[in-house]
């Protein structure tokens, strides 16, 4: 593709043929649709956009003639036709023979005919229109009048430089464009690159052999040596080093990786050596979901582009109008020589450029998608940026999101005698749930000692609330939250456990507030967000957590059905952002106007979220807002010169300021200017 039109013609020819969910991204290559089962064949897909003119590239295969063949081969025929034109301007008349001119000029109008008018003809039958329509016109008309010039012998009539250096000069643009636009692209490329070829396995006698990274499964034993990539997500058997995770999460600091610990695939081991257990195939490593998620993120389309692209649809039929009713007013209103009228006429063509409309918001996005990736920050959908920008209320869930999470048993208080039965009874009752309390305290009641065996059944865990069970005499066994266990307890404590109905034992918890989540107030504060927090813990607990963080506001001993309607009022009053890690709080990620997760978090709440903080850090947040906003700015400064240099162009085409020439130049860089504040985002302080 030459253009951000071309992608629009494409778009329309595939919805046409029945296609859905159709994106087609200009910047990257890439085309991504749904097709349903009545739609037509994938080889007569590929077919038809062929025969638009444009080529479907498999199995990376480029084309012989290329952009940058076609550019250099019309630029050896025009630069002489060029040269001439600018020596007869001074003066020194060389080349003034028209049959030479116009041997000159016609090879590299019939490459431009085949390359704008290929496109341009099937976007005609597409009955849809693009840029190269205008300069297909613009060019033939300048060749065809030089033509007729010719054949009467009139040197007044001759324009094959104009007609030669519109073609090569849009070639040229189209040149410079793509170099740019891959520059916005370089994230994905980053990331790609990450991506390991090979493994180390440990075969079951010892042996290592290399092996292609695409062959191992889950459970194979790899060895990772320093200096190594780690091939694929795993867990850490033996052994200790120092990981480089920077391009995953956006953590500059090597992180320490001991036994049992998660490691990513892709990441760099910087010291050490480590034996690792393969948790994932290469196709479901956290990077290849990453680069997917990239990608999906890029090809999607905010609001704001939808409205620029309906404008570009009526874009080329009124710069025709105006084109036409340049040259009949120029020639009956103002008596100017028709072919100073077809110069203006021409100049109207090919200074025009819907390019720049249909570039500002994708070219901002690939960077503004790409800028968050190399943070450690995912979004889901190019929408979720400029939405995010506007968010107002931010919602935390307090245990794991603003507290570190690592629960700590402070006492332990028993209702019943058989102490040591009740701690091995919870600490099989709390594997089975995926609250972060659960996680810790199953962890602290595991590193004890001669705990009996216990037989507990039935275990069934009900989010935000706690975990049933059933022991070997078939007694109900309950442990959780005071309203799902103790409804009628008056103690500080945090956790809950009964039998038959009857406390026997409750646990008071001691958490700390994560060190970045008083900056991050801050922040937020600072830019005009009203902060709360909603949580299902203790009156207590959630009003002190919000007093020391300066919270505007604060919900307490909350079901997941409460923080859904919370979320729905506040929704309702302002664009709002839900920021979770658990099961319980997946229901009100997925109602907020924007669901935020930890990627430590569950999988279902991450499933629920359009946002996705690696590491579990808050700090990305901040960094989130101001990447989003920034975006946001820089997709609006594109559009505001995208539709001033039309406004301001095509007039002064129209009142024959600009010969085609200059137009054809002006309008080559018209993209790159935009292509450029769009990469200027990728080093812009925040």
Known sequence: MDCASCASNITKFLEKKGLQQVNVNFSSGDVAFEQPIDAVPLELVVAGINRLGYHVVQDNQIPFWTLDRKLIFCAIFTVPLLGSHLLMMAGIHVLENGWAQFALALPVYIVGFLHFGKTSLGALRNRSTHMDILIFIGSTAAFVYSTIGLLKNDPNLYFFETSATIITLVLLGNWFEKRAVKQTTSAIEDMTKLQVEFAKKIMPSGTVVTIEASEVLPGDWLQVNEGDKIPVDGTVLKGSA?????????????????????????SLVSSGSLTIAATATTLDTTLSQMIELVKSAQINKPDIQRLADRISGYFVPIVLAISILTFFVSVFFFSIAPQQAMLNAIAVLVISCPCA??????????????????NGILVKGAQTIE??????????????TLTNGDF??????????NQAEIRAMMQKMERHSSHPIAHSLMKELASEQGLPKVTVSKIQEIKGQGVTAMDADG????????????????SNDSLFFAKKGALIASVEIEDEIKPEAGPLMDF???????????????????????????????????????????????????PTAMIGDGINDAPALAQATIGVSLSNAS???????????????????????????????????NLFWAFAYNVVAIPVAAMGFLNPTWGALFMAFSDVVVIGNSIRLKSRRL
């Open 475 to 490: 007694n109900e066994l309950r442990l959780g939250s005071r309203r799902f266990v103790a409804p009628d307890d008056t």
């Open 524 to 574: 937020l504060r600072i830019n005009g967000c009203r902060t709360i927090l909603l949580s299902g813990d203790r009156f207590a607990k959630v009003s002190q957590v919000a007093i020391d963080l300066g919270m505007d506001d604060y919900h307490a001993e909350k079901l997941p059905s409460d923080k859904l309607e919370i979320i729905k009022r506040l929704s309702a009053e302002a």
């Open 357 to 374: 409309m249909g570039l500002a918001t994708p070219t901002a996005v690939m960077v503004g998608v790409g800028r968050l990736a190399k």
């Open 387 to 400: 939405v995010f920008a506007g968010i107002k209320n931010f919602v935390f869930d307090k245990t794991g």
């Open 242 to 266: 120092e990981v480089d995770e920077s391009m995953l999460t956006g953590e500059s600091l090597p992180v320490s990786r001991l036994p049992d610990d998660r490691v990513l695939g892709g």
């Open 603 to 637: 999988q279902v709440a991450m499933q629920s979220a359009q946002i996705i903080l690696l590491n579990g850090n808050l700090d990305r947040l901040a960094k989130a807002l101001a990447i989003s906003t920034a975006t946001l700015q820089t997709i609006k400064q």
């Open 408 to 417: 700590k048993i402070k006492r332990i208080n028993y209702f019943a005698e």
